[in-house]
């Protein structure tokens, strides 16, 4: 398969999915080229966009992945 360039956006609304969170990117830390997080402290949320470059294979696992998690909402989009 090949490999595309992507974005993934991530809003947490628990807390309490966090460390699960950092442990899942941690392990897909190969596909992942950029990290950039924002807390959104009056809302009480927090935003986190990745730079990925990957297959749509890996695309879907990590998504899926964070979609499980409690109070975690996951979009991603891949360059044709």
């Not at 950029?34 to 998504?63: F, K, Q, S, W, Y």
Request: net charge positive; glycine share 12%; proline share 1%.
């Amino acid at each position: 398969m090949e490999k595309r360039i992507g974005s993934v956006s991530i809003i947490i609304n628990e807390t309490d999915s966090v460390t699960e969170l950092n442990s899942i990117l941690s392990a897909y830390s190969g596909i992942i080229l950029g990290r950039m997080g924002m807390p959104v402290r009056d809302r009480g949320l927090h935003v986190i966009n990745l730079i990925i470059d990957c297959t749509t294979d890996e695309a879907g696992a990590l998504t899926g992945k964070i979609g499980r998690l409690k109070g975690v909402q996951v979009k991603v989009i891949l360059a044709k």
